[in-house]
């Protein structure tokens, strides 16, 4: 695949994150300004599933993309890509559990009062990654000789 549409694919899954951050903030904040009984599952299942279809995009196509374009780039690069990836892994570890507690209105209901907890603990990992992924873009691109994307 060309530069380019690499360009457009980091584009979209950069607006997918964009995406995501906006439902986990809807999420959190619903979580204070709502009575107990309003149901909040419908934005936590769409906050599933961004999160899956973010998480799955960067795993499937867009770190493969990213290092392919790295690789044979300076002295270390491949050791740095692998701790890129060893760091992200953590957050995609916990996105899956999430995912598996929150993905229906049932297990909403059941685990509402952990949504908090949960919530925190997977929003700090997600800056995480946000972090790894940025450096790691901004190696491809310095690497690469590539603009960033638009």
């Known amino acids: ?3 380019g549409n690499n360009n457009k694919l980091i584009e979209r899954w950069l607006n997918e994150r964009q995406e995501l951050i906006l439902l986990y903030v809807a ?3 619903l979580r204070q300004f709502t009575p ?3 149901p909040i599952g419908v934005k936590v299942q769409a906050f599933c599933q961004v999160l899956m279809d973010y998480v799955s995009a960067g795993h499937f196509e867009v770190y493969d993309r990213l290092i392919s374009e790295t ?6 690069t491949d050791k740095m890509l692998l ?3 060893s760091g992200i892994q953590r957050s995609t570890d916990m996105a ?8 229906s209105d049932q297990h909403c209901d059941e685990e509402l009062m952990s949504l ?3 919530l925190s603990k997977l929003g700090e990992l997600l800056a995480e990654r946000f972090d790894l992924e940025d450096q790691l ?9 590539v603009s960033e994307p638009a």
């Open 36 to 38: 107990k009984g309003t």
């Open 71 to 76: 690789k044979g780039g300076r002295a270390g």
């Open 137 to 145: 873009v901004d190696s491809r691109n310095m690497i690469a000789g």
């Open 116 to 118: 908090p907890e949960d």
């Open 27 to 29: 999420i959190d904040g």
């Open 1 to 3: 695949m060309a530069v």
């Open 96 to 103: 899956i559990t999430f995912n598996e507690i929150y993905d």
């Open 83 to 85: 701790g890129f990836l």
